[in-house]
């Protein structure tokens, strides 16, 4: 059964400090991964997809990593305005079009 | 470019009570999911379209809950009869078959309370 387990479920930052959010998955083969920013009382905002192990893509502050297993969201000398609950997403050759996300982190940056 | 819309944002009903939503999504987009997600969990695919086609509608709970898509572009989910547990926000996303990406669009939702 496809899953996808995100930790921690809270993270609070002072502002500058860095770092880093995990997306662990099980997928009968990955097409892609994704992460996307939800603010409270708003849907889903995309942010990155990845298709392979080793690739990297950067947004702003966000860097997004992938390896066979799991994902990482890293967050480099957060702002306030990055907090949000970040989600990450699989989706499964086979099944093209479903999302399976993980429950979310929710991260507060503090002035 | 106008993104997702859905409508209401807000709905309060009293359970047994049926309840729709609506949602318009980005032009062009032929792709249309709705997914339910309650508090503090990701989102649940409930059902997705190809045009006017249900392709996905295996999460649907079909003895309450329909949904259509005429002529591939609005679509609209409904429940009947609401029940205490189905109190959470309803999500409409809209995607472009064959796009490098995969993303999916998705509105502001719409959140519902059963009492």
């Known amino acids: 059964e496809d899953q996808v387990t995100q930790s921690p479920e809270a993270l609070r930052l002072q502002e500058g400090e860095s770092s880093s959010l995990n997306c662990s998955y099980t997928v009968s083969g990955l097409r892609g991964l994704f992460w996307y920013r939800q603010d409270p009382g708003k849907g889903p905002e995309f942010l990155f997809t990845?298709?392979?192990a080793g690739e990297e893509k950067e947004k702003e502050r966000l860097k997004a990593t992938l390896t066979k297993k799991e994902s990482f969201l890293h967050i480099t000398a957060p702002k306030p305005e990055d907090s949000a609950t970040y989600l990450c997403a699989v989706q499964a050759w086979g099944n093209t079009g479903k999302l399976i996300f993980g429950q979310g982190t929710t991260l507060q940056v503090k002035p | 470019e106008a993104g997702v819309v859905q409508s209401p944002r807000y709905k309060i009903i009293e359970k047994k009570q049926p309840v729709a939503f609506w949602c318009n999504p980005i032009?062009?987009?032929?792709?249309l999911y709705w997914y339910l997600q309650n508090l503090g969990q990701g989102p649940e695919l409930l059902i997705r379209y190809e045009n006017e086609e249900a392709v996905d509608d295996s999460q649907l709970p079909k003895d309450r809950f329909s949904a259509e898509r005429l002529k591939g572009v609005d679509s609209t989910l409904k429940i009947q009869p609401a029940e205490l547990g189905d109190s959470a926000v309803y999500l409409c996303?809209?995607?472009?078959?064959?796009?490098?990406?995969?993303?999916?669009?998705f509105g502001p939702g719409t959140r519902l309370t059963v009492l």
């Open positions: 990845l298709y392979s």
């Open positions: 996303a809209s995607s472009l078959a064959g796009s490098v990406s995969n993303e999916q669009f």
């Open positions: 032009s062009g987009h032929n792709t």
